[in-house]
């Protein structure tokens, strides 16, 4: 199961965004934190920080008293989001998750309710 995981993390390849800090997290790296960041930005909008300015540390924080294989599922299904899901819902795109809009990010996830 790691090796799958260090597998997957070498192919995400996340947009940078300002606005995660660049704190040291306990259970995410800074690859799942930008994903997990566009997601959480295509479910709650633009400017879901000044609502909940520590969400992306609230999440880790979560994920530290999480057994270590639920760890793992969960930072390895924001990685198949990253770099699976959008050529596979979206014909024609070969862009991962983070770099699309948020408009079709919100299209896959409704797709995969």
């Not at 260090?6 to 799942?32: G, M």
């Not at 699976?84 to 979206?90: A, E």
């Amino acid at each position: 199961m790691a090796g799958i995981l260090t597998t997957i993390n070498k192919l995400t390849n996340p947009k940078k965004r300002s606005e995660v800090a660049a704190t040291q997290f306990d259970c995410l790296n800074k690859k799942a934190a930008l994903i997990l960041f566009a997601a959480a930005e295509a479910v709650l909008g633009e400017g879901f920080l000044g609502k909940a300015p520590k969400f992306i540390e609230t999440v880790d924080d979560y994920l530290n008293y999480q057994r270590p294989a639920q760890r793992d599922q969960f930072l390895q299904a924001l990685f198949f989001l990253e770099t699976t899901i959008p050529p596979l819902m979206l014909v024609g795109s070969l862009k991962h998750y983070s770099h699309l809009s948020i408009e079709d990010r919100r299209k896959i996830l409704e797709k995969l309710r």
